[in-house]
């Protein structure tokens, strides 16, 4: 059963019961207990139910509206960069380390992190430490200068190998400017760049993710190849991608 599956199914037992508490539900599906809670998670923060302790209940915009008019894909965001947020966020384990990358996605990203998932993060994604405050272990802003953007702000800095120097990341999860099957992964500036290569070079492994309006782009830096990255994570694979074996597609 996919994941989008299972969270209408945990809010159909929900319309019939009422109530449901974690570890039914994780026997039920034949998940763990921690999956469970990241679908709760999920509901959650999608207005559809309430969390409780050791279970949840329906929200009370939710209680009468029609079954089919409360399934879950029907109600996932079509912003891109949410959909591509909400997915990754299945990948982060409990107790994890993180990179967590400046953009918008990541932005996003933050969002979902909840306190039970007992992860540290480390950004320079000034934005997402405003999500963030109480939802970690541990949460490390690394210093440097303040770049500000349209929508989003972060630190920069060429001593970004001196702050990340005393830290074992798990997991390096950040966007690009572009991706390009000759080019490989590339940003628009240099420090993005050394910020990339130390990423890389410190996390076990490398989640990129980037809608589909990033491919067939390059930026002025090159980071690697398009095969540098554990997975790229995206809404949509052009015909010409289809033999990357890391590309995921959402």
Same mark, same amino acid.
């Given at each position: ?5 299972? !969270? ?21 599906? /034949?998940?763990?207990?921690? &999956? ?10 999608? =207005? ?9 209940? !329906?929200? %009370?915009?939710?209680? /009468?509206?029609? !079954? /089919?008019? #409360?399934?879950?894909?029907? !109600?996932? &965001? ?26 918008? &996605? ?16 480390? &950004? ?9 405050? %109480? ?17 989003? *702000? ?13 830290? /074992?990341?798990?997991? =390096?999860?950040?966007?690009?400017? =572009? ?6 992964? *590339?940003? *628009? ?15 076990? *492994? ?20 398009? #095969? ?23």
């Amino acid at each position: 059963m996919f994941a989008i599956q299972r !969270l209408d199914a945990i809010l159909d037992l929900l319309k019939k019961d009422k109530i449901v508490q974690v570890q039914a539900l994780a026997k039920i599906f /034949n998940v763990s207990d921690v &999956t469970i809670r990241k679908d709760l998670n999920l509901l959650q923060k999608k =207005g559809l139910i309430i969390k409780t302790h050791g279970g949840a209940v !329906l929200a %009370d915009s939710t209680k /009468n509206m029609p !079954l /089919n008019d #409360t399934q879950f894909s029907t !109600l996932t &965001t079509t912003n891109k960069n949410e959909k591509l947020a909400e997915y990754v966020y299945k990948f982060i384990q409990p107790g994890d380390t993180i990179f967590l990358g400046s953009g918008l &996605t990541c932005t996003y990203l933050s969002k979902y992190i909840d306190i039970n998932d007992n992860v540290s993060i480390i &950004t320079n994604n000034i934005e997402a430490t405003k999500h963030l405050k %109480d939802r970690c272990k541990t949460l490390i802003l690394v210093g440097g200068e303040v770049v500000f953007h349209e929508k989003h *702000s972060f630190t920069a800095s060429n001593k970004i190998n001196e702050y990340l120097a005393s830290y /074992n990341i798990n997991k =390096g999860i950040t966007s690009c400017s =572009g991706i390009d099957l000759d080019y490989g992964i *590339s940003v *628009s500036t240099e420090v993005s760049k050394n910020i990339y290569t130390s990423i890389i070079n410190k996390s076990q *492994s490398w989640l990129l993710l980037a809608d589909s309006d990033k491919f067939n782009k390059v930026a002025p830096y090159r980071i690697g190849d398009i #095969t540098k990255p554990t997975k790229i994570i995206t809404n949509k694979l052009l015909p010409k991608y289809n033999s990357v074996d890391n590309i995921l597609v959402i």
